[in-house]
C-alpha cells in the first residue's frame, strides 16, 4: 500500500507547476482553475497508484511580493594590508619627512616654521612643492627672486638662507634639502612681512603691542595654491598708505644716495624709514572703518574714516618721565563735566611729601583745598584732617575733584579700558598748545578741541547735533555717554610720515624709541634728531623742536605745574 500525501501538499505542488509554466503570463489571460475539493486533514487524497511521491517545488516569488527568505550573502571579500590600498609616497616628499628630523636642518630654525613643515608635507600625497627633475620650478624661483627683493620693502635679504636658484639635485636627498631651505624662507619671509622683526615689548616696555603674524601653518597651503608666489609674498606686507608711501620714500632715497648726493644723511634717512616701516608692521591688519589715531610724536590727533582724514587736532602727551604707552582700545564712553580721580603717581609722589611733612601752604592739608581736592576713606568723604597722613593704610584713600572750571580733566573725557589707565581729556591749561614740543604732564592725552571731537564722535555713533553735546557740556553734571558703537584708539610712534607728494615729515625722538628700534633692528645706536622747522611749520602743527614752557597766567596753574597736576 502506498503511503498517503497530505491535500496541501498536492495542492502547493499543483501551483507551483502551473506558475513555472506560465509565469510569463498576464493573470487576465490564463484560464480559470478548477475548483479544488475541499477535503478534511482527517481524510488525506492519496495520489494516483502509478505516480511516485513528488517533491515539492521551489517558491517563486511575485515582484509585488516582499521575499521572506533570507537574501544569499555576497563573497566576503579577502583582507589585504595597508599597504596595498596606500598611494605610493613621492621620493622627494619621503625624503623631506626623513631630513626635518636632521638637527643640521632644524638648527636656528622657528620652531612653529618646522612645526608647519611637518604638518604639510606628513599628509601631502603628491611630489615637492618646489622641486622638479631639472631643479626648481617657474613658481619656486617666483619665490625665490621675491625674496631675493626683500630690501625693496625694508626688510633685509641677507636675513633668508636660500638656495641657489639654479641648483640641479643628483638625489632626492638633495632635492629635499634644497625643497626645506625655501620653505623655511618662505616661512620667515612671511612672519617678517606681516609682523615684523622684532617683537615689541622686547624692545621697550612702552610699546604695549602683538604684531598680527600670519599662521605658518596657513602660508605653506595658500601659497601652494597661488597662482603667482611672488605676487603671494608681496601681499604679505601692509597695505596701510603710510606703509606704502614710506617705501616709496625708501626706494627714492636709496637712488639719491646712489648717484652722489649726500650719502651719510641719505642713510640716516633710510635707517629712519626703516625704523618706522617695522612700526606699520606691528599695527592692526585692518584699524577699521572709524577710527581715532594719536601719534604722540606727532602731538597730533586724527580721526579717520573710510580711510579718510576727517578731523584733526593738537595734543599734549606725557613727558619722558611719563612716556604715553603706545598701544589699541576701543573708546567706549565720553564723560562729561568729569570728575578728577587723583592717579597714584601723583598721589605718591606730589600729594603724601605735602601731606606728611607740611609743605608750601602752611599746612598739611592745604594742598588740597588749594586744588579742591575731596578725601574719600573706604569710599566714605572724610575730613583730612581726621587722617593720621604718617600712618594710614592709602589703599583705602582716594583722592577726587569735583567737576567745575577749576577740574584738570576740563569738560570732556575719554574713556577706552586699558592695563595702562590712560584716556584722552580737556584741560585748563590752554597756553601749552601753543607750543611746538608739547610732551608735558602725565601720560594721558589733552586734545585741544574736544568738544569738537566729541560732537564728531556722537554725531557718527548716535546722529547727535552739535546743539545736544553743547547742551550737556553747558549743564555742568557729570553725565557719562556710552557709545552704542566702540571706537577704536590707536597710540602710534611713527616719527616720519609721508604726504602724497611724497615729501617726507620727520618729528623728534621725544622717548629715544627709534634709538632703540634702531639699534635691535640694524644694530646701529644712533640719535635722531629733528630739522629745524621752517616758519609755516612752525605756524601749522608740526612739531619738530623744543621751545621754553608758556608762562603761567594764574596762580592755579602755577601750583598744579609745580605738582604735576596736568590731569595725568
Request: aromatic share 8%; proline share 9%.
Amino acid at each position: 500500500m502506498r503511503g498517503h500525501f497530505p491535500v496541501a501538499v498536492l495542492l502547493f505542488t499543483a501551483q507551483a507547476l502551473a506558475l513555472a509554466v506560465g509565469g510569463s503570463a498576464r493573470a487576465e489571460d490564463a484560464a480559470a482553475p478548477e475548483p479544488v475539493p475541499a477535503v478534511t486533514q482527517s481524510t488525506p487524497a492519496a495520489p494516483p497508484a502509478d505516480l511516485p511521491p513528488t517533491p515539492p517545488a521551489p517558491a517563486v516569488q511575485r515582484a509585488s511580493e516582499p521575499s521572506t527568505a533570507p537574501a544569499a550573502e555576497p563573497p566576503t571579500a579577502q583582507p589585504s594590508s595597508t599597504a596595498e590600498h596606500a598611494l605610493p609616497v613621492d621620493a622627494v616628499v619621503a625624503a623631506i619627512r626623513t631630513k626635518l628630523a636632521d638637527p643640521s636642518l632644524r638648527k636656528g630654525a622657528n620652531p612653529d616654521d618646522l612645526a608647519a613643515l611637518e604638518a604639510f608635507y606628513g599628509t601631502r600625497t603628491g611630489g615637492p612643492l618646489w622641486m622638479t627633475e631639472m631643479g626648481f620650478s617657474a613658481k619656486g624661483q617666483a619665490a625665490l627672486f621675491e625674496i631675493g627683493k626683500a630690501d625693496d620693502w625694508g626688510l633685509s635679504a641677507a636675513a633668508f638662507e636660500l638656495p641657489p636658484a639654479g641648483e640641479l639635485p643628483a638625489s632626492p636627498e638633495a632635492q629635499a634639502v634644497a625643497e626645506i631651505k625655501l620653505d623655511l624662507a618662505i616661512l620667515k619671509y612671511a612672519r617678517f612681512a606681516r609682523g615684523g622683526r622684532l617683537n615689541p615689548p622686547e624692545v621697550s616696555a612702552l610699546f604695549d603691542q602683538a604684531p598680527p603674524l600670519r599662521d605658518p601653518k596657513a602660508v605653506l597651503p595658500e601659497i601652494a595654491t597661488a597662482s603667482a608666489p611672488d605676487a603671494y609674498l608681496q601681499s604679505l606686507h601692509p597695505k596701510h598708505e603710510q606703509f606704502e608711501r614710506l617705501r616709496q620714500a625708501l626706494l627714492k632715497a636709496r637712488d639719491d644716495a646712489g648717484t652722489g648726493g649726500k650719502p651719510a644723511r641719505n642713510e640716516l634717512e633710510i635707517e629712519r624709514i626703516l625704523v618706522n616701516m617695522e612700526r606699520w608692521r606691528w599695527m592692526p591688519e585692518d584699524l577699521g572703518a572709524l577710527y581715532v589715531w594719536n601719534n604722540v610724536p606727532e602731538f597730533m590727533l586724527y580721526v579717520v574714516k573710510d580711510g579718510k582724514t576727517i578731523h584733526m587736532d593738537k595734543t599734549l602727551v606725557g613727558k619722558l618721565a611719563y612716556a604715553t604707552p603706545i598701544f589699541s582700545a576701543n573708546m567706549q564712553t565720553i564723560v562729561f563735566n568729569p570728575e578728577w580721580t587723583v592717579p597714584e603717581t601723583i598721589v605718591r609722589e606730589n600729594l603724601l611729601p605735602n601731606l606728611r611733612h607740611g609743605g608750601w601752604f602752611g599746612g598739611s592739608t592745604s594742598i588740597l583745598n588749594e586744588h579742591g581736592l575731596q578725601v574719600n576713606y573706604n569710599g566714605r568723604v572724610v575730613d583730612p584732617g581726621s587722617i593720621d597722613w604718617n600712618n594710614v593704610n592709602m589703599a583705602k584713600v582716594s583722592f577726587t575733584q569735583a567737576p567745575g572750571p577749576t577740574n584738570v580733566l576740563g569738560k570732556l573725557k575719554f574713556l577706552f579700558p586699558n592695563k595702562h589707565v590712560v584716556y584722552m581729556h580737556d584741560t585748563i591749561k590752554r597756553e601749552l598748545f601753543n607750543q611746538s614740543m608739547r610732551a608735558e604732564g602725565h601720560n594721558c592725552i589733552r586734545v585741544a578741541n574736544p568738544d569738537q571731537l566729541a560732537a564728531l564722535l556722537l554725531a557718527e555713533d548716535k546722529g547727535w547735533s552739535s546743539t545736544q553735546v553743547q547742551d550737556l557740556l553747558d549743564k555742568g553734571n557729570n553725565a557719562p555717554v556710552t557709545l552704542d558703537h566702540p571706537v577704536p584708539v590707536y597710540m602710534t610712534y611713527f616719527t616720519a610720515m609721508v604726504d602724497e607728494k611724497g615729501k617726507v615729515t620727520t618729528f623728534a625722538d621725544i622717548y629715544g624709541l627709534d634709538k632703540k628700534v634702531n639699534t635691535a633692528l640694524l644694530g646701529k645706536s644712533v640719535s635722531f634728531s629733528a630739522p629745524t622747522p621752517s616758519s609755516d611749520e612752525q605756524a601749522s602743527s608740526a612739531p619738530v623742536t623744543t621751545a621754553a614752557p608758556a608762562k603761567r597766567t594764574s596762580r592755579s596753574n602755577d601750583v598744579a605745574g609745580s605738582l604735576g597736576f596736568s590731569g595725568d
